[in-house]
């Protein structure tokens, strides 16, 4: 089992398992997840379909959303874990960033528990809960070389990390990625390149001027009429499409940053010319829009990230956040990886959107580190890191 001593230092001692309970309510997903020693015993999430019919997340109605889901969704994690209120060592929440009546509402839920239990708080950045993902023992997908595959020399392995070494000893079975590792971390707000040397020491080395790839994603297929949210649909039609049949800018943005404001006007004014000629233009070329729009936003987002292992050598890397759920830039990062000899790692499916597991395993490595939030601690809608 793990510990940590006064100073913060992880290590392996002979102690009770820590057992977390999780919450993440940043955005339109009310999650719970039970984790202990790492492990993750229940990840239950509910979405909110009310925001389908708005074209987008209404604030308003996804609070009033957590407040009706957030016990239910706590009662069926403790149920799926099979575990009592009174083996929980601590509470762990998404402290920031998102919206702020949603966090709220996660967060003051959080701390009442705490509160009524007894036990300490874990307060999480949200971004840096998405790049830990691949943390989770058991899901980071192993998706390299045969030989990269093959390498002992994980953290896991070597001990670097003492709760992937006690996860490993628990039965988990996939590679971690080691330290340092670099994350594209892909969501509806943010869109980052981030060096993790440590669990609780990340970097960003470059990020979105402007909108986030999830963004990009949402609003071109806003454009094409599709509801919200629109990332899901544009990947299951670009399936069948030819991503060469139309051509949208690559932007020229120096350093490891991004900008997408300029592909969704370039789409724009594409979609109202072509209309302008045939207005079922949308309807008769679906599948060969969305492959374009889709393989031009991979191809921004991979030409940074080859820049970035270049620019630092490192060579074991991630991708994390809701756009990471997508079949296209899932299967171009492998193969980039492949290509270029890196070690590739994706969270399972149920972790790359918003998921209280993430939220559980981060709160863990804060736990390790002693690293814990008082009562007082409050939510914010902007955070830094
Ligand atoms: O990480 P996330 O669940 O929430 C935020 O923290 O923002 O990311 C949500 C974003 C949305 O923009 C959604 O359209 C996008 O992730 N997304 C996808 C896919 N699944 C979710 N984008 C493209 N392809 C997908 N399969
Ligand atoms: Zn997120």
Redesign the pocket.
């Known amino acids: 089992m793990l510990s940590s001593n006064h100073t913060g230092t992880m290590t392996l001692a002979a102690t009770a398992p820590v057992t977390i309970l999780a919450i993440e309510s940043?955005?339109d997903e009310t999650s719970c997840a039970i984790s202990r020693d790492g492990l993750i015993l229940a990840n239950i999430i509910a979405g909110q379909a009310v925001h389908e019919q708005y074209g987008g997340v209404v604030p308003e109605l996804a609070s009033r959303a957590h407040m009706q889901n957030i016990v239910p969704v706590v009662d069926a994690a403790m149920k799926k874990a099979g575990i009592a209120m009174t083996e929980l060592n601590a509470i762990a929440f998404t402290q920031a960033p998102g919206l702020i009546g949603s966090l709220l509402v996660g967060s003051q839920f959080a701390k009442s528990l705490a509160m009524s239990l007894g036990i300490p708080l874990l307060a999480v950045h949200?971004m840096q809960a998405?790049v830990l993902a691949n943390l989770i023992p058991g899901v980071a997908t192993p998706a390299t070389t045969g030989a990269a595959t093959a390498d002992s020399g994980n953290s896991a392995a070597t001990g670097a990390n003492p709760p992937q070494a006690a996860a490993m000893a628990a039965g988990a079975s996939t590679p971690l990625p080691s330290f340092p590792f670099l994350c594209l971390t892909v969501?509806?707000?943010h869109t980052q390149i981030v060096v993790a040397h440590s669990p609780l020491k990340l970097e960003v080395i470059g990020e979105t001027l402007d909108d986030a790839a999830?963004?990009a994603?949402?609003k071109s297929a806003k454009l094409l009429g599709l509801p919200y949210?629109?990332?899901?649909l544009?990947?299951k039609y670009a399936r069948e499409g030819s991503p060469g049949r139309f051509t949208f800018p690559e932007p020229q943005i120096p350093g490891l940053n991004f900008s997408f404001s300029g592909l969704k006007t370039a789409i724009l004014y594409f979609l109202r010319d072509q209309k302008a000629k045939d207005p079922d233009f949308v309807t008769k070329n679906l599948p060969d829009i969305c492959a374009s729009i889709q393989g031009r936003i991979i191809s921004i987002l991979l030409n940074k990230l080859k820049k970035a292992a270049r620019e630092t050598g490192i060579k074991d890397l991630c991708i994390a956040?809701?756009?990471s759920?997508?079949?296209g830039l899932r299967k171009a990062f492998r193969e980039t990886g492949e290509s270029l000899g890196w070690r590739t790692f994706i969270p399972a499916f149920e972790y790359c959107?918003?998921n209280a597991a993430m939220i559980a395993i981060t709160g863990y490595y804060h736990y390790l580190a002693g690293d814990f939030a008082r009562l007082s601690a409050s939510a914010s809608a902007r955070a830094d890191w």
């Not at 949210?229 to 899901?232: I, L, Q, V």
């Open positions: 940043s955005c949200h998405h969501s509806g707000g999830g963004e994603f949402d949210p629109g990332g899901p544009i990947d956040g809701g756009v759920a997508n079949s959107t918003d």
